[in-house]
């Protein structure tokens, strides 16, 4: 069984609805992060979080609204997405390392919330 | 070009065989090289680090060549549970801004067979 803990495991919306999707883990990771995995590709990386804090964004859409409560819960809050939006959304955290400041390359993935957008 | 080349196969071999993924990077402020595994409709999950000596695992030995920005991942006596997919993945230094992060692979098939 995974640390990581993603709920729901399955999420169907329409273009209109606001939904979150919640992650939890108590490994004491500072990175935690929001993948985005489409059929037979490779998860791509949407943000990061160090020490609560975002510290990555990569061009994300502003329908995609990530939040960091605390240094256990990452959320991904949805609203007005679009059906190509469709994917397993992957979250997964890891150890940093203080003194570089970098992490430690291995990821702890949560089983993944798989989303359908009608 | 992407960041992170892989072959994606699939690859099909007997079981017993041995069989060898290749991967290239091209982003030479790369710090850190991982194998990934990932079942089908299940989360990646680290297989192995990779270092320039060349680790080992049991059957599995990976392998890097900074020289040449290339990752490689040996697996010997392949088993059937040894079926899923294989994702090479590079963690890039953020420098002072950011802790970094890593960047898959379009990951590699591999299925084996009776």
């Known amino acids: 069984d995974t640390e990581v803990t993603q709920t729901p495991k399955h999420l169907v919306m329409g273009m209109t609805n606001k939904k979150s999707l919640k992650c939890e883990q108590h490994?004491?990771?500072?990175?935690m992060y929001w993948y985005k995995q489409k059929a037979k590709k490779p998860p791509e990386l949407m943000f990061v979080?160090?020490?609560?804090?975002?510290?990555i964004n990569e061009s994300v859409p502003s329908r995609f609204s990530p939040e960091c409560p605390n240094s256990s819960l990452l959320n991904l809050h949805l609203h007005a997405l679009q059906p190509e939006d469709s994917a397993l959304y992957l979250c997964?955290?890891?150890?940093?390392?203080?003194?570089?400041?970098?992490?430690?390359?291995?990821?702890?993935f949560g089983e993944g919330s798989r989303l359908t957008v009608l | 070009r992407k960041e992170v080349e892989q072959d994606p196969g699939p690859f099909n071999v007997p079981e017993g065989a041995t069989v060898a993924f290749n991967c290239t990077y091209s982003?030479?402020?790369?710090?850190?090289f991982f194998w990934y595994r990932q079942d089908c409709r299940k989360e990646p999950k680290l297989l192995m680090s990779?270092?320039?000596s060349g680790n080992e695992d049991g059957r599995f030995t990976a392998q890097l060549n900074r020289a040449s920005q290339y990752i490689s991942l040996l697996i010997r006596d392949s088993k059937l549970s040894d079926s899923a997919t294989y994702l090479c993945?590079?963690?890039?230094?953020?420098?002072?801004?950011?802790?970094?992060?890593?960047?898959f692979g379009q990951g590699t098939t591999l299925q084996v067979k009776p």
């Open positions: 997964a955290s890891s150890q940093i390392r203080d003194v570089l400041r970098t992490n430690t390359g291995e990821l702890f």
């Open positions: 490994m004491g990771h500072r990175a």
């Open positions: 979080y160090s020490y609560e804090k975002l510290s």
């Open positions: 982003n030479s402020a790369s710090q850190s």
């Open positions: 990779v270092y320039s």
């Open positions: 993945v590079v963690n890039r230094s953020g420098g002072s801004s950011n802790t970094g992060k890593l960047i």
